[in-house]
Protein backbone atom coordinates (compact mmCIF):
# COMPACT_ATOMS: atom_id res chain seq x y z
CA UNK A 1 0.00 0.00 0.00
CA UNK A 2 1.06 3.60 -0.38
CA UNK A 3 2.81 5.49 2.36
CA UNK A 4 0.82 8.79 2.16
CA UNK A 5 -0.90 11.14 -0.01
CA UNK A 6 -0.17 13.78 -2.32
CA UNK A 7 -1.91 16.86 -3.23
CA UNK A 8 -2.94 18.28 -5.44
CA UNK A 9 -3.65 15.25 -7.54
CA UNK A 10 -3.38 17.60 -10.76
CA UNK A 11 -1.76 21.14 -11.34
CA UNK A 12 -2.06 23.22 -14.21
CA UNK A 13 0.16 27.01 -14.58
CA UNK A 14 1.39 28.90 -16.72
CA UNK A 15 4.93 29.15 -17.86
CA UNK A 16 7.00 31.01 -15.18
CA UNK A 17 5.11 30.27 -12.56
CA UNK A 18 5.58 28.43 -9.70
CA UNK A 19 4.71 24.82 -8.31
CA UNK A 20 4.18 23.93 -5.05
CA UNK A 21 2.87 20.24 -4.33
CA UNK A 22 2.45 18.83 -0.67
CA UNK A 23 3.19 15.03 0.38
CA UNK A 24 2.20 13.63 3.90
CA UNK A 25 3.00 10.03 5.16
CA UNK A 26 2.63 7.97 8.15
CA UNK A 27 5.69 6.45 9.72
CA UNK A 28 8.63 7.42 10.82
CA UNK A 29 11.76 7.63 8.09
CA UNK A 30 15.31 7.93 7.61
CA UNK A 31 15.00 10.36 4.70
CA UNK A 32 12.53 11.59 1.93
CA UNK A 33 13.04 11.61 -1.62
CA UNK A 34 11.18 13.57 -4.50
CA UNK A 35 11.28 11.79 -8.32
CA UNK A 36 9.92 12.87 -11.18
CA UNK A 37 8.62 10.76 -14.05
CA UNK A 38 7.81 12.36 -17.57
CA UNK A 39 5.25 9.95 -19.76
CA UNK A 40 7.31 6.77 -20.99
CA UNK A 41 9.86 7.63 -19.30
CA UNK A 42 11.71 6.09 -16.15
CA UNK A 43 11.37 7.84 -12.28
CA UNK A 44 14.70 10.60 -12.20
CA UNK A 45 15.52 11.78 -8.73
CA UNK A 46 15.49 14.93 -8.37
CA UNK A 47 16.04 15.87 -4.51
CA UNK A 48 16.84 13.75 -0.63
CA UNK A 49 16.11 15.58 2.21
CA UNK A 50 16.83 13.95 5.67
CA UNK A 51 15.11 13.42 8.60
CA UNK A 52 17.26 15.90 10.48
CA UNK A 53 16.97 18.67 7.60
CA UNK A 54 14.09 20.76 7.73
CA UNK A 55 14.46 22.61 4.06
CA UNK A 56 17.03 21.66 1.20
CA UNK A 57 17.67 23.89 -2.27
CA UNK A 58 19.01 22.18 -5.43
CA UNK A 59 18.49 24.78 -8.67
CA UNK A 60 15.01 26.06 -8.95
CA UNK A 61 14.03 22.78 -6.57
CA UNK A 62 13.10 23.91 -3.08
CA UNK A 63 12.31 21.18 -0.76
CA UNK A 64 10.81 21.14 3.03
CA UNK A 65 10.26 18.51 5.91
CA UNK A 66 7.99 18.36 8.60
CA UNK A 67 8.51 16.04 10.56
CA UNK A 68 6.14 16.55 13.73
CA UNK A 69 3.57 16.86 10.92
CA UNK A 70 4.97 14.26 8.55
CA UNK A 71 4.84 16.44 5.40
CA UNK A 72 6.66 17.78 2.64
CA UNK A 73 6.59 20.49 0.21
CA UNK A 74 8.02 20.81 -3.19
CA UNK A 75 8.11 24.26 -4.86
CA UNK A 76 9.58 24.17 -8.95
CA UNK A 77 10.01 28.27 -8.98
CA UNK A 78 9.85 29.50 -12.26
CA UNK A 79 8.30 26.66 -14.07
CA UNK A 80 8.92 25.39 -17.81
CA UNK A 81 7.48 23.89 -20.18
CA UNK A 82 9.91 20.80 -19.58
CA UNK A 83 8.71 20.31 -16.07
CA UNK A 84 5.69 19.00 -17.36
CA UNK A 85 5.80 15.14 -15.82
CA UNK A 86 4.21 13.43 -12.68
CA UNK A 87 6.23 14.31 -9.25
CA UNK A 88 6.29 11.70 -6.48
CA UNK A 89 7.71 11.48 -2.90
CA UNK A 90 8.80 8.50 -1.62
CA UNK A 91 10.12 8.15 1.92
CA UNK A 92 12.41 5.88 3.19
CA UNK A 93 12.95 3.91 6.75
CA UNK A 94 14.73 1.96 8.64
CA UNK A 95 15.60 -0.87 6.09
CA UNK A 96 15.75 -1.01 2.42
CA UNK A 97 12.85 0.16 0.04
CA UNK A 98 11.13 3.30 -1.25
CA UNK A 99 7.23 4.07 -0.42
CA UNK A 100 5.85 6.06 -3.18
CA UNK A 101 3.18 8.67 -2.91
CA UNK A 102 0.17 8.35 -5.66
CA UNK A 103 1.92 11.71 -7.59
CA UNK A 104 0.76 14.96 -8.52
CA UNK A 105 0.52 15.72 -12.58
CA UNK A 106 1.73 18.82 -13.23
CA UNK A 107 1.19 20.70 -16.70
CA UNK A 108 3.02 23.88 -17.39
CA UNK A 109 1.57 25.32 -20.29
CA UNK A 110 3.66 27.75 -22.83
CA UNK B 1 25.37 1.20 -20.67
CA UNK B 2 25.14 4.04 -18.68
CA UNK B 3 21.63 3.40 -16.95
CA UNK B 4 19.90 0.59 -15.58
CA UNK B 5 18.07 -1.33 -18.95
CA UNK B 6 15.17 -3.10 -19.15
CA UNK B 7 13.58 -5.73 -21.85
CA UNK B 8 11.20 -5.93 -23.27
CA UNK B 9 10.13 -2.50 -23.08
CA UNK B 10 6.55 -3.50 -24.30
CA UNK B 11 4.90 -6.96 -23.11
CA UNK B 12 1.00 -8.04 -24.02
CA UNK B 13 0.28 -11.54 -22.54
CA UNK B 14 -2.74 -13.81 -22.75
CA UNK B 15 -4.38 -14.58 -19.25
CA UNK B 16 -2.92 -17.16 -18.00
CA UNK B 17 0.75 -17.14 -19.75
CA UNK B 18 4.04 -17.06 -17.96
CA UNK B 19 6.01 -13.90 -18.42
CA UNK B 20 9.70 -13.19 -17.75
CA UNK B 21 11.28 -9.42 -17.67
CA UNK B 22 14.63 -8.67 -17.35
CA UNK B 23 16.68 -5.84 -15.34
CA UNK B 24 20.21 -4.75 -16.51
CA UNK B 25 21.62 -2.52 -13.17
CA UNK B 26 24.35 0.03 -13.42
CA UNK B 27 27.48 -2.21 -13.49
CA UNK B 28 28.92 -3.11 -9.68
CA UNK B 29 25.75 -1.95 -8.18
CA UNK B 30 24.85 -4.06 -4.62
CA UNK B 31 21.32 -3.04 -4.58
CA UNK B 32 18.56 -4.13 -7.17
CA UNK B 33 14.72 -3.18 -6.68
CA UNK B 34 11.71 -4.11 -8.53
CA UNK B 35 8.44 -2.08 -8.23
CA UNK B 36 5.22 -2.25 -9.81
CA UNK B 37 3.21 0.88 -10.81
CA UNK B 38 -0.39 0.68 -11.91
CA UNK B 39 -1.90 3.21 -14.09
CA UNK B 40 -2.23 6.59 -12.68
CA UNK B 41 -0.80 5.19 -9.11
CA UNK B 42 2.98 5.69 -7.89
CA UNK B 43 5.06 2.77 -7.81
CA UNK B 44 4.73 0.01 -5.14
CA UNK B 45 7.22 -1.99 -3.80
CA UNK B 46 7.81 -5.89 -4.63
CA UNK B 47 11.30 -7.23 -3.85
CA UNK B 48 15.06 -6.44 -2.92
CA UNK B 49 17.92 -7.99 -3.57
CA UNK B 50 21.56 -7.48 -2.14
CA UNK B 51 24.31 -9.08 -4.52
CA UNK B 52 22.59 -12.36 -5.17
CA UNK B 53 20.45 -12.46 -2.32
CA UNK B 54 17.02 -11.71 -1.86
CA UNK B 55 16.48 -10.12 1.29
CA UNK B 56 12.98 -8.39 0.90
CA UNK B 57 10.23 -9.92 -0.63
CA UNK B 58 7.14 -8.69 1.15
CA UNK B 59 5.83 -6.55 -1.98
CA UNK B 60 5.48 -9.95 -4.19
CA UNK B 61 1.66 -10.15 -4.35
CA UNK B 62 1.18 -13.73 -4.72
CA UNK B 63 3.12 -17.03 -5.08
CA UNK B 64 2.57 -16.30 -9.05
CA UNK B 65 5.71 -14.11 -8.77
CA UNK B 66 8.96 -14.77 -8.43
CA UNK B 67 12.56 -13.09 -8.67
CA UNK B 68 16.43 -14.17 -9.47
CA UNK B 69 19.66 -12.34 -9.23
CA UNK B 70 21.76 -15.24 -9.75
CA UNK B 71 24.99 -14.11 -10.08
CA UNK B 72 24.57 -10.69 -8.34
CA UNK B 73 23.67 -8.60 -11.81
CA UNK B 74 21.20 -9.02 -14.04
CA UNK B 75 17.86 -10.12 -12.25
CA UNK B 76 14.24 -11.14 -13.52
CA UNK B 77 11.20 -11.33 -12.45
CA UNK B 78 8.94 -14.16 -13.52
CA UNK B 79 5.17 -13.96 -13.70
CA UNK B 80 3.39 -17.47 -14.04
CA UNK B 81 -0.27 -17.89 -15.19
CA UNK B 82 -0.64 -13.96 -15.42
CA UNK B 83 -3.67 -12.19 -14.25
CA UNK B 84 -5.32 -9.39 -15.81
CA UNK B 85 -4.57 -7.26 -12.34
CA UNK B 86 -1.16 -8.06 -13.29
CA UNK B 87 -1.14 -5.41 -16.21
CA UNK B 88 1.14 -2.77 -15.13
CA UNK B 89 4.54 -0.77 -15.15
CA UNK B 90 7.16 -3.07 -13.55
CA UNK B 91 9.69 -0.65 -12.63
CA UNK B 92 13.55 -2.38 -11.53
CA UNK B 93 16.08 0.28 -9.78
CA UNK B 94 19.59 -0.02 -8.39
CA UNK B 95 22.10 1.83 -6.34
CA UNK B 96 25.84 1.26 -5.35
CA UNK B 97 25.53 0.93 -1.43
CA UNK B 98 23.46 -1.35 0.79
CA UNK B 99 20.32 0.39 0.49
CA UNK B 100 20.63 1.06 4.16
CA UNK B 101 22.21 4.29 3.75
CA UNK B 102 21.52 7.45 1.95
CA UNK B 103 21.93 6.21 -1.26
CA UNK B 104 20.40 7.25 -4.40
CA UNK B 105 18.39 4.23 -6.21
CA UNK B 106 18.64 4.76 -10.24
CA UNK B 107 15.25 3.41 -12.22
CA UNK B 108 15.09 1.74 -15.69
CA UNK B 109 12.79 2.82 -17.94
CA UNK B 110 10.15 -0.12 -17.08
CA UNK B 111 8.68 -2.67 -18.62
CA UNK B 112 4.60 -2.24 -19.32
CA UNK B 113 2.69 -5.48 -19.24
CA UNK B 114 -0.38 -6.07 -20.37
CA UNK B 115 -2.38 -8.88 -20.07
CA UNK B 116 -5.56 -9.51 -21.92
Known amino acids: SQQGEEDPQALSIQEGENATMNCSYK?????LQWYRQNSGRGLVHLILIRSNEREKHSGRLRVTLDTSKKSSSLLITASRAADTASYFCATKAAGNKLTFGGGTRVLVKP | GAGVSQSPRYKVAKRGQDVALRCDPISGHVSLFWYQQALGQGPEFLTY????????KSGLPSDRFFAERPEGSVSTLKIQRTQQEDSAVYLCASSSQLADSYNEQFFGPGTRLTVL
Open chain 1, 27 to 31: TSINN
Open chain 2, 49 to 56: FQNEAQLD
